[in-house]
């Protein structure tokens, strides 16, 4: 479930990458008017304005939901990190071991090293 929210999180901050580059900004109504053709746009003059803005606002909700869920669920995941599981491990094969009684003797011919 994870990775189907993470798939169409990457595709919807893609396609609003997308349709901010596309759309011109409120200075490209000057430019135009000088012949530099920025209003002549697949959608119209005002058609284009409209439909980018309504689809911009409708994949940024997406991507922000996506967000929140992918917060959510990676704050609130039930498998523990491997940190813990390995010092769960520890913790129980210490208490498993029986500890010795005798405590070691030094090796044979070790008294005469100075010291």
Known sequence: MEKLIL???????LVV???VLLQHGKGA???ASFGSGASG???????????MSKATAVFVMIF????????YMSSHRVSGSVVKANAANIVNSAKVAPAS???PKA???TDDIPK
Do not use: E
């Open 64 to 71: 922000f939901s996506t967000s929140l869920t992918l917060a």
């Open 107 to 109: 090796p044979a011919g």
């Open 101 to 103: 009684a005798a405590t």
């Open 7 to 13: 798939v169409i999180h990457v595709l919807a901050a």
């Open 41 to 51: 746009s697949l959608f119209g003059v005002s058609g284009s304005a409209n439909f």
């Open 17 to 19: 990458i997308g349709l």
């Open 29 to 31: 109504d000057m430019g």
